[in-house]
């Protein structure tokens, strides 16, 4: 490595000392030579007389003029990462040429060409892999885009904007003229050239606008693009309605494309898709694709105000927009489906995830303070927890009070950059509040511990509930404020009927501890505690199971009902690990299990309640990760389950098989749920399941249905499962986002042959290590293989490790994001951590490691 790469810190912002107003981009596009051409209105902000410096990476300089003079070459430096102007003019016009490789940047980031489409991405620090700029998000300039290429082979070329020309050139070429009007930062900048089929409709504003809405799919996939435009509709209806905002140009584009690092991007006027958030129909796309390309439409459509229209300032503030849009967007598909349902997964994204991250080497706050490289911190963190923290202002506020934050927060800061310290500063302002206790949820990382005490006097009747906080040190914060915590809670007796101790169903803990006093109890109630999940924090409570089972049958809270199963079984398979026993599953919590399937309840609920927690939840609780212990206490207790309620399973899979077609409504897509759950248990009763498996799968007018029973066969190891395998391989080779799936299925089997048969699928036709998508089905997936992966000869670590190295140079985005599954390496036991730290230095020695690997490597290898 030539140099470190180096820390910034969110402490040392300063405003930057030029701006630029006005930018005209001219591309000439070429697959290995393309010519960019940039003239640029700078003006000097503030007295100084420093130089300008502006960003630039990777890029070949061909010219620079001022004020249309070419400048001398004593009077600007070029190094490899900046272009230094030195200028004493306070307002001038720059225009700089340059050339770009778009055919060699497999980093996607920048402009590149893959399967013959331009395309670029620029957050967060891209754009200067496309020009020379000021390349940090508190730049807002108006931008015109004119993009040349060969017409026969990209007939569409697009930018932000509105289309203001188009012209034949010679030699087959043509061009095509854009303007923005709204001023933005480069981050939200693109161009896109190619061939595509369309999708054409228009959405009427409530101001009676009408806007074209454009979906650009690859040729062949009009019959998959309906969904995502029903879901862009329904998207901008529901801005309207919900948060009083209207969409803002006359044009909204939506471009698929194979070669994406992650799931979209929110550009102004023109959204740049994985294909996998767009691309759906019942035979090639699960009911759970179906749910994620509403929920990615609407994230990038909200963007439009919360992330567009009011900017971040600095990256260190991308909760802004990231936290308060997952927010929105997570409230769009509760309002748009089951509330409960989507809470629930929600909550199982942060404790799976978030959680590890927030305990973990790299665990920062929410608005971090430290960076190395940005792109590392796209992270849970920043945006499910930071979406966690949003709602709890929902929760502190009520819907109006949010929404009165809201027009306040747009009233101040349209067309602004701003930080998460001003969105606050609109929410308290708003409502008359005081959030500055709440405020620590912004600057500490770590998940608290809340611990939950109770005491019933039954002569005095009277209540006694302590609350106590504390919250463990994290990298660089080693003492913890108290947080604010809100915690909603209902009580119920002990035959579940629901008892008022209070009007007030949100309760405060803002210290260390807390002591909420409850008189004229009748009886000992239970409590549920943190209904809806309320603050995103552990609990420690001492309920007996009996109590939990009241929850679990009682609780008018979906997800306490579903929390309470999921601490049922936790608590078995932590007993058995305690025990070194396989832990008995008593009648009573059977009969709990029973019941619920029984009662009248949406089938979604019961499949969730139903589906055990996941190995990284179970050892969330644990200092050092008992990997073995913990696979196979999750198997004897899915194995117990599967033998008490084998006829209870059968029964509802048989009510939940449908007669009719196929369709996509709440209603069937949680019966299809509930019934998969069924199969899964099912499947793991052996050869007496096989012929409900291929009949499922050979009868399924759906993919849900085919791949759930190729799943249940595979994860159960039954004897059809590598038939099946074949017979899906056959019918799918070649469909590339439908393989992903046949990769992943094979990537996340509990089988001690995964890592043989991942590494041999990585030369299988439909893979490729240049594709994220696919990288991220086979590798990422097997990384959440917890048994496999840590396999305890390391073979898991070996392979992952090595292809960690291969993409250290091509794609270093996508080589971080696996080699998170390293970070937590300190958590296992002694031989798992030799071999893990082994990885981890082997890569610290590349000599031209990515400063994405480098950040999260220094993080965990340092003491
Ligand atoms: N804002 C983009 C993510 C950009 C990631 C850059 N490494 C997508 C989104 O959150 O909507
Ligand atoms: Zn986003």
């Given at each position: 490595?030539?140099?470190?790469?180096?820390a910034?810190?969110?402490?040392?912002?300063?405003e930057?000392?030029f701006?630029?107003?006005?930018?005209?981009?001219?591309f000439?596009?070429?697959?290995?030579?393309?010519?960019v051409?940039?003239?640029l209105?700078?003006?000097?902000?503030g007295?100084?007389?420093?130089?300008?410096?502006?960003?630039?990476?990777?890029l070949?300089?061909?010219s620079?003029?001022?004020?249309?003079?070419?400048?001398?070459?004593?009077?600007?430096?070029?190094?490899?990462?900046?272009?230094?102007?030195?200028?004493?003019?306070?307002?001038?016009t720059?225009?700089?040429?340059n050339?770009?490789?778009?055919t060699a940047?497999?980093a996607?980031?920048g402009?590149?060409?893959?399967?013959n489409?331009?395309?670029?991405?620029?957050?967060?620090e891209?754009?200067?892999?496309?020009?020379?700029?000021?390349?940090?998000?508190d730049?807002?300039?108006?931008?015109?885009t004119?993009?040349?290429?060969?017409k026969?082979?990209f007939?569409?070329?697009?930018?932000?904007?509105?289309?203001?020309?188009h012209?034949?050139?010679?030699?087959?070429k043509?061009s095509?003229?854009?303007?923005?009007?709204?001023?933005?930062?480069c981050?939200?900048?693109?161009?896109?050239?190619?061939?595509?089929d369309?999708?054409r409709?228009?959405?009427?504003t409530?101001?009676?606008?009408?806007?074209d809405?454009?979906?650009?799919?690859?040729?062949?996939?009009?019959?998959?693009?309906?969904?995502?435009?029903?879901?862009?509709?329904?998207a901008?209806?529901?801005?309207?309605?919900?948060?009083?905002l209207?969409?803002d140009?006359?044009?909204y584009?939506?471009?698929?494309?194979?070669?994406?690092?992650?799931?979209?991007?929110e550009?102004?006027?023109?959204n740049?898709f994985?294909?996998?958030?767009v691309?759906?129909?019942?035979?090639?796309?699960t009911d759970?694709?179906?749910?994620?390309?509403?929920?990615v439409?609407?994230?990038?459509?909200?963007?439009n105000?919360?992330?567009?229209?009011?900017?971040?300032?600095?990256w260190?503030?991308?909760?802004?927009?990231?936290?308060?849009?997952v927010?929105?967007d997570?409230?769009f598909?509760?309002?748009l489906?089951s509330?409960?349902?989507?809470?629930?997964?929600?909550?199982?994204v942060?404790?799976?995830?978030?959680?590890?991250?927030?305990?973990?080497?790299?665990?920062?706050p929410?608005?971090?303070?430290?960076?190395?490289?940005?792109?590392?911190?796209?992270t849970?963190?920043?945006?499910?927890?930071?979406?966690?923290?949003?709602?709890?202002i929902?929760?502190?506020l009520?819907?109006?009070?949010?929404q009165?934050?809201?027009?306040?927060?747009?009233?101040?800061?349209?067309?602004?950059?701003?930080?998460?310290?001003?969105?606050?500063?609109?929410?308290?302002?708003?409502n008359?509040?005081?959030?500055t206790?709440?405020?620590?949820?912004y600057?500490?990382?770590g998940?608290?511990v809340?611990t939950?005490?109770e005491v019933?006097d039954?002569?005095?009747?009277?209540?006694t509930?302590?609350?106590?906080?504390?919250t463990?040190s994290?990298?660089?914060?080693?003492?913890?404020?108290?947080?604010?915590?809100?915690?909603?809670?209902?009580?119920?007796?002990?035959?579940?009927q629901?008892?008022?101790?209070?009007?007030?169903?949100v309760?405060?803990l803002?210290?260390?501890?807390?002591?909420f006093a409850f008189?004229?109890v009748?009886?000992?109630?239970?409590?549920?505690?943190?209904?809806?999940?309320?603050?995103?924090?552990?609990?420690?409570r001492?309920?007996?199971?009996?109590?939990?089972?009241?929850?679990?049958?009682?609780?008018?809270?979906d997800?306490?009902?579903?929390?309470?199963?999921?601490?049922?079984?936790?608590?078995?398979?932590?007993?058995?690990?305690?025990?070194?026993?396989?832990?008995?599953?008593?009648?009573q919590?059977?009969?709990?299990?029973?019941?619920?399937l029984?009662?009248?309840?949406?089938p979604a609920?019961?499949?969730l309640?139903?589906t055990?927690p996941?190995?990284?939840?179970?050892?969330?609780?644990?200092?050092?990760?008992?990997?073995?212990?913990?696979n196979?206490?999750?198997?004897?207790?899915?194995?117990?389950l599967?033998?008490?309620?084998?006829?209870d399973?059968?029964?509802?899979?048989?009510?939940?098989v449908?007669?009719?077609?196929?369709?996509?409504?709440?209603?069937?897509?949680?019966?299809?749920?509930?019934?998969?759950?069924?199969?899964?248990?099912?499947?793991?009763l052996?050869?007496k399941?096989?012929?409900r498996?291929?009949?499922q799968?050979?009868?399924?007018?759906?993919?849900?249905?085919?791949?759930g029973?190729?799943q249940?066969?595979?994860?159960?190891?039954?004897?059809?499962?590598?038939?099946?395998?074949?017979?899906?391989?056959?019918?799918?080779r070649?469909?590339?986002?439908?393989?992903?799936k046949?990769?992943?299925t094979?990537a996340?089997?509990?089988?001690?042959?995964?890592?043989?048969?991942?590494?041999?699928?990585m030369?299988h036709?439909?893979?490729?290590?240049?594709?994220?998508?696919?990288?991220?089905s086979?590798l990422?997936?097997?990384?959440?293989?917890?048994?496999?992966?840590?396999r305890?000869?390391?073979?898991g670590?070996?392979?992952?490790?090595?292809?960690?190295?291969?993409?250290?140079?091509?794609?270093?985005?996508?080589?971080?994001?696996l080699?998170?599954?390293f970070?937590?390496?300190?958590?296992?036991?002694?031989?798992?951590?030799?071999?893990?730290r082994?990885?981890?230095?082997?890569?610290?020695e590349?000599?031209?490691l990515?400063?994405?690997?480098?950040e999260k490597?220094?993080?965990?290898?340092?003491?």
């Open positions: 490595m030539t140099q470190l790469p180096k910034k810190y969110r402490k040392d912002y300063q930057p000392e701006t630029i107003t006005d930018v005209d981009l001219t000439d596009l070429h697959p290995t030579e393309t010519r051409k940039s003239v209105k700078v003006v000097r902000q007295e100084h007389e420093k130089p300008l410096v502006l960003d630039g990476e990777q070949t300089l061909l620079i003029k001022v004020d249309g003079e070419e400048v001398s070459e004593d009077l600007y430096q070029h190094d490899e990462h900046s272009l230094t102007l030195k200028t004493p003019l306070n307002s001038f720059l225009e700089i040429e050339r770009v490789n778009p940047n497999e996607l980031e402009l590149y060409l893959a399967e489409t331009f395309c670029t991405q620029c957050e967060a891209g754009f200067r892999r496309i020009t020379f700029y000021l390349d940090r998000p730049v807002l300039a108006k931008f015109t004119t993009v040349i290429a060969d026969s082979d007939p569409y070329l697009l930018s932000n904007g509105n289309r203001i020309k012209l034949e050139l010679e030699n087959g043509h095509a003229t854009w303007q923005d009007p709204f001023p933005k930062p981050y939200l900048f693109a161009l896109v050239a190619g061939d595509f369309i999708l409709d228009e959405f009427t409530r101001e009676g606008r009408t806007v809405l454009e979906l650009f799919v690859d040729k062949g996939n009009l019959d998959r693009a309906d969904h995502a435009m029903l879901s862009l509709k329904n901008m209806k529901w801005d309207e309605e919900r948060f009083d209207v969409y140009l006359d044009i584009m939506v471009v698929a494309v194979d070669f994406f690092n992650m799931g979209a991007m550009n102004k006027g023109l740049v994985n294909a996998k958030y691309l759906a129909n019942p035979k090639t796309a759970q694709d179906f749910l994620n390309v509403e929920s439409i609407g994230h990038e459509y909200f963007h105000w919360t992330g567009n229209r009011v900017t971040c300032r600095d260190f503030q991308l909760s802004l927009k990231e936290g308060l849009t927010f929105r997570q409230e598909s509760s309002d489906g509330r409960a349902v989507n809470r629930i997964q929600d909550v199982r942060i404790r799976s995830h978030q959680f590890a991250e927030d305990s973990g080497p790299m665990a920062h929410i608005r971090p303070d430290k960076v190395v490289q940005m792109n590392n911190f796209y849970v963190t920043v945006y499910n927890k930071g979406a966690e923290v949003i709602r709890m929902h929760t502190l009520g819907e109006a009070g949010f009165k934050g809201m027009k306040l927060y747009f009233e101040r800061h349209d067309g602004n950059a701003v930080t998460c310290e001003d969105f606050v500063k609109a929410m308290e302002d708003a008359g509040k005081d959030f206790t709440f405020r620590n949820w600057s500490q990382a998940t608290p809340v939950v005490e019933y039954e002569n005095e009747k009277r209540l509930l302590v609350l106590k906080q504390s463990a994290t990298p660089g914060q080693e003492e913890k404020a108290p947080f604010h915590i809100p915690v909603k809670w209902s009580a119920y007796s002990e035959q579940g629901r008892l008022s101790l209070s009007d007030d169903d309760l405060h803002k210290d260390a501890e807390a002591t008189d004229n009748a009886e000992k109630p239970i409590l549920s505690l943190f209904d809806n999940f309320s603050a995103p924090v552990k609990v420690k001492s309920l007996t199971d009996d109590e939990l089972r009241v929850l679990l049958a009682h609780s008018e809270d997800f306490s009902r579903w929390d309470a199963a999921q601490s049922l079984f936790t608590r078995i398979v932590e007993k058995g690990i305690a025990t070194n026993s396989s832990a008995e599953l008593s009648e919590t059977i009969q709990a299990c029973r019941n619920l029984q009662a009248n309840t949406d609920l019961k499949a309640a139903l055990l996941t190995a990284s939840t179970i050892a969330d609780g644990y200092e050092t990760i008992p990997v073995e212990a913990i196979a206490q999750l198997k004897s207790l899915k194995l117990q599967a033998e008490a309620l084998e006829d399973f059968k029964e509802l899979l048989d009510v939940c449908s007669e009719k077609a196929y369709q996509l409504n709440g209603e069937d897509i949680a019966k299809r749920q509930l019934k998969q759950v069924c199969l899964s248990y099912l499947a793991e052996g050869d399941t096989s012929n498996l291929k009949q799968f050979n009868q399924a007018d759906n993919l849900t249905d085919q791949l029973a190729l249940a066969a595979v994860w159960a190891n039954n004897a059809v499962a590598e038939p099946l395998l074949n017979q899906f391989e056959e019918q799918w070649g469909e590339k986002l439908v393989m992903d046949w990769f992943s094979q996340l089997a509990n089988n001690e042959k995964t890592v043989e048969r991942v590494k041999s699928l030369t036709p439909d893979f490729s290590l240049k594709n994220p998508n696919r990288i991220y086979l990422a997936a097997f990384t959440q293989n917890q048994p496999q992966f840590h305890d000869d390391g073979a670590y070996e392979l992952i490790g090595s292809v960690i190295q291969q993409l250290n140079t091509s794609n270093p985005q996508v080589a971080s994001r080699l998170s599954a970070v937590s390496w300190r958590r296992y036991d002694s031989s798992r951590q030799q071999l893990m082994k990885e981890l230095e082997t890569l610290r590349l000599s031209n990515a400063s994405d690997l480098f490597i220094e993080s965990c290898l340092s003491e």
